[in-house]
């Protein structure tokens, strides 16, 4: 019996099989841990993060707060380095909570996905 965490790498592969990103439309991944969310900006063509932030730092109410505010911060810092438009990689996880949190944050931030 496969474990979540593995059940979780195993879509997460299956979805990068399909999702890459490049200097122009970058990807933004998300990873969720039980006390914080991180988001990243990768281009996947050269290897490397363009942009990365978290919500070790910032001192919100709830764990869905600070992610959506992640998600702002992400498309303001995104916006200065002139990246607008960005494929959205969920790794795994579902579609809501703080996840969703995070994808709303950052559209309302000016990032189109």
């Known amino acids: 019996m496969l474990k979540r965490d593995n059940k ?3 879509r997460h592969k299956r979805t990068r099989a ?3 990103g490049n200097s122009e439309k970058p990807r ?3 990873f969720r841990s039980n006390k914080y969310i991180y988001a990243q900006l990768i281009d996947d063509e050269k290897g490397k ?3 990365s932030l978290s919500d070790f730092k910032l001192k919100e109410k709830t764990k869905t ?3 959506h505010k992640v998600g702002e911060l992400l498309a303001q810092k995104a916006i200065e380095k002139k990246i607008k438009k960005v494929v959205f990689d969920k790794a ?3 579609y809501h909570g703080r996840v969703q949190a995070l994808a709303q944050g950052a559209r ?3 990032l189109q996905f």
Do not use: Q
Request: with cysteine; hydrophobic share 50%.
């Open 8 to 10: 979780r790498y195993i």
């Open 108 to 110: 309302e931030g000016g």
């Open 65 to 67: 707060a600070a992610a």
């Open 92 to 94: 795994g996880y579902k």
């Open 18 to 20: 399909k999702i890459s």
């Open 49 to 51: 993060m363009l942009l």
């Open 28 to 30: 933004l991944c998300v």
